[in-house]
């Protein structure tokens, strides 16, 4: 990526990971669409309940990974095949130890977390089940995570996609058949997507234990190579507590979900998963452009080429504004069309459009919070925009929250919460990007 023309290889690489997280939701939404319209919405619940806690696991981890990414695409934008190597197996080590960790620790502690998320009784049971699940497939979701990580610093975006395709049909089968077949409702659901899960972690270990170049993993060679360690950490546990902190904060707007849910005698947290998977479509483009701007800029400033890397970033921008005001337009004209895929349930629809009537409009200021951030990940500088979005997204909303609605508790103050913290992280970032200094790379060539 650091020869040719931005505009075309920022392209060429984000829509295969587009296409690759678009899967990846959508086999995750058709988990909501299957339960909402085959079970009941009560299960549509359950499902929705459990899915704040699983951002939380989802974001540290991908934040971790992307320390190894931006670390890999450096060494490999500097053609250092040695720490190339070492990163590689430190990192594949290190996603191994965490996902067994994590699958001990989330399966017995599920009802405890569900219990503090404030689940309603009559989704809890169900919830916990799906939670249960969804961590014993964890060693599976964070090795494939990282191998397509490792994939994609290199530039190669296209074979962690046609692992999803594979992994996507069979999950979207799995559903159908555990489901309407042997009608095991939300734990159905739950095994087909691990199952999807081990088969995506085989494919892609299978394929780096045999590419010809710096990035081919060795099994026998796995280790914790201690300096490596330490800058993945230095790069990547900012962005995983990040990650982690922001979906705390979204669990506890859970809560407030949940607390509507009671007033307004159900319906509510229905709706919030409805449009929370709606307005996750909506967000894939910026997602991907932040993946592709973090990998252009971290091979550009390994190979010292800073005036490219800025221009990757003024053309990630002028890509992601467009496409975001285009997708947030076309949810809010379509009004409950779009949310009837979730379930055709008259009332949750309604709700469902209140909280996008809100939502949607402010989806472009996320390319500030999240396509920058990237950009400066890939120049080892994450320190300033996590604070940023922390204090927003967390501190800022609970407050906001906390006080708003004491008076008004409704859907629109409880939504409203999301664009104004979005806005404020938008300004703190750009200001800082604008300031930041990339000279250093250019003196080390």
């Known amino acids: 990526m650091t020869q040719g023309k931005i505009w075309k290889q920022l392209t060429a690489f984000a829509l295969p990971l587009l296409l ?5 939701l959508a086999y995750n939404a058709f988990d909501a669409i299957v339960v909402g319209n085959f079970v009941s919405s009560d299960a549509l619940g359950s499902v929705g309940a459990s899915g704040p806690l699983i951002n939380i696991i989802v974001s540290f981890f991908m934040g971790m990974s992307s320390g190894s990414s931006v670390l890999i695409s450096q060494y490999y934008g500097a053609r250092d095949a040695k720490e190339l190597r070492n990163t590689v197996h430190t990192s594949m080590l290190l996603s191994i130890i965490l996902g067994a960790v994590l699958a001990v620790v989330g ?10 998320l404030k689940t309603p009784e009559d989704i809890f049971n169900d919830a916990v089940t799906y939670l249960r699940i969804f961590f014993i497939g964890m060693p599976a979701l964070t090795v494939y995570n990282m191998g397509a990580a490792i994939l994609t610093a290199t530039g190669d975006s296209k074979r962690p996609l046609y692992f999803l395709i594979l992994s996507s049909v069979i999950n979207i089968a799995g559903n159908l058949i555990f489901v309407l077949v042997f009608h095991m409702g939300v734990a159905g659901v739950a095994w087909s997507t691990i199952l999807s899960e081990i088969i995506c972690a085989a494919l892609v ?3 780096l234990s045999r590419v010809p170049t710096g990035i081919r993993l060795n099994l026998k060679r796995l280790r914790i190579h201690k300096h490596i360690l330490k800058r993945v ?16 904060s979204n669990a506890v707007v859970q809560g407030y979900i949940n607390g509507l849910d009671v007033l307004l005698n159900g319906g509510v947290v229905a709706a919030y998963t409805s449009t929370s998977r709606l307005d996750a479509f909506i967000t894939l483009p910026i997602q991907a452009m932040t993946m592709a701007v973090s990998t252009f800029v971290g091979q550009n400033l390994g190979a010292g080429q800073v005036k490219r890397a800025r221009s990757g970033v003024k053309v990630a921008m002028c890509l992601g504004i467009p496409c975001s005001a285009v997708l947030s337009a076309a949810v809010l ?14 009332m949750v629809l309604n709700y469902g459009v209140e909280f996008m009537r809100v939502l949607a409009p402010g989806h472009f200021i ?8 990237g950009a400066l990940r890939g120049a080892n500088d ?8 922390v204090g927003s997204f967390v501190v800022l909303r609970q407050i906001y929250l906390f006080f708003v609605t004491k008076s008004n508790n409704s859907i629109f103050t409880v939504a409203l919460g999301y664009p104004i913290t979005w806005f404020i992280a938008a300004v703190i970032i750009t200001v800082y990007y604008m300031r930041s200094n990339w000279s250093k790379f250019e003196r080390s060539v």
Do not use: W
């Not at 500030?368 to 951030?373: A, K, N, T």
């Open 366 to 373: 996320l390319n500030f919070c999240q396509i920058l951030p």
């Open 107 to 116: 399966f017995f502690l599920a009802p405890a977390i569900m219990n503090l």
């Open 205 to 207: 270990v299978l394929l």
């Open 382 to 389: 994450v320190n300033l925009s996590t604070f940023a979005s």
């Open 233 to 248: 950490l230095r790069l990547g546990l900012p962005s995983g507590i990040q990650g982690t902190i922001v979906s705390v």
């Open 333 to 346: 004209l379509s009004g409950s069309f779009a949310l009837r895929m979730f379930s055709g349930d008259e």
């Open 20 to 24: 690759g997280l678009l899967l990846q």
